[in-house]
């Protein structure tokens, strides 16, 4: 069983169109995170979620919008998809809550997002 | 402003040999220090952590130091094996800010027999 799957794995849009990423974990864990990894190959958080409450919220357009219909599902839209948003975008989950500072994320397999 | 700095992209070992990747930070308040492994079209998976209370922790073939005083941490991978061939990640979290990782770019490294 897949700890962290994300789905679909590749998604290819024009520019304009409207998408969504859909992430599930079955770790049990308390907390769920979207990362983008650009062409320069950094990784950058963009949101976290904790108990379906959203505690991270980087400089992400408001065209992005995460939803967690519980804590072992947060998915992404994306609205009127631009060039630069083409990434791979990663999921990823942890027990985030004890916040000691321990924080061990399980990754997703990535969705790579190419807009035309 | 990246944090956390992986300033070499590629690394290449001899099997066999040992490979030294390194990492350095700015912030001094990180408390905890992970390295992570990816594969081509994988995500991060998770190899090796410590915390900011110890200087060396030992997993098997590898190993992290911190130096908090250079702010600088390091993994070894002793006997290098050409399956280690992967991009490696180093990350730092701040126990304040529930959850988030600071992530460098990442050392390509390659294993050759």
């Known amino acids: 069983d897949t700890a962290v799957s994300q789905t679909p794995k590749y998604l290819v849009t024009q520019m304009g169109n409207d998408k969504s990423i859909k992430c599930e974990q079955n770790?049990?864990?308390?907390?769920m995170y979207w990362y983008k990894q650009d062409s320069k190959k950094f990784l950058k958080i963009m949101f976290s979620?904790?108990?379906?409450?959203?505690?991270i919220n980087e400089t992400v357009p408001n065209r992005f919008s995460p939803k967690s219909p519980d804590k072992a599902h947060l998915n992404l839209h994306i609205n009127s998809l631009e060039l630069g948003d083409s990434a791979v975008y990663f999921c990823?989950?942890?027990?985030?809550?004890?916040?000691?500072?321990?924080?061990?994320?399980?990754f997703g397999a990535g969705t790579r997002l190419s807009v035309l | 402003d990246q944090q956390v700095k992986q300033n070499s992209p590629s690394l290449s070992v001899q099997e066999g040999r040992i490979s030294i990747l390194n990492c350095d930070y700015t912030?001094?308040?990180?408390?905890?220090f992970l390295w992570y492994k990816k594969y081509p079209a994988e995500g991060p998976t998770f190899l090796i952590s410590?915390?900011?209370?110890?200087d060396k922790n030992e997993d098997g073939r590898f190993t992290v130091f911190l130096n908090k005083s250079a702010k600088h941490l390091s993994l070894h991978i002793v006997p290098s094996q050409p399956g280690d061939s992967a991009v490696y990640f180093c990350a730092a979290s701040l126990g304040s800010t529930l959850g988030r990782l600071y992530f460098g770019r990442g050392t390509q490294l390659t294993v050759w027999p």
């Open positions: 990823a989950s942890s027990h985030a809550g004890t916040g000691k500072g321990k924080n061990i994320q399980y």
């Open positions: 912030n001094s308040m990180f408390d905890y």
């Open positions: 410590i915390s900011s209370i110890k």
């Open positions: 979620y904790n108990n379906k409450e959203l505690i």
């Open positions: 770790l049990g864990h308390d907390t």
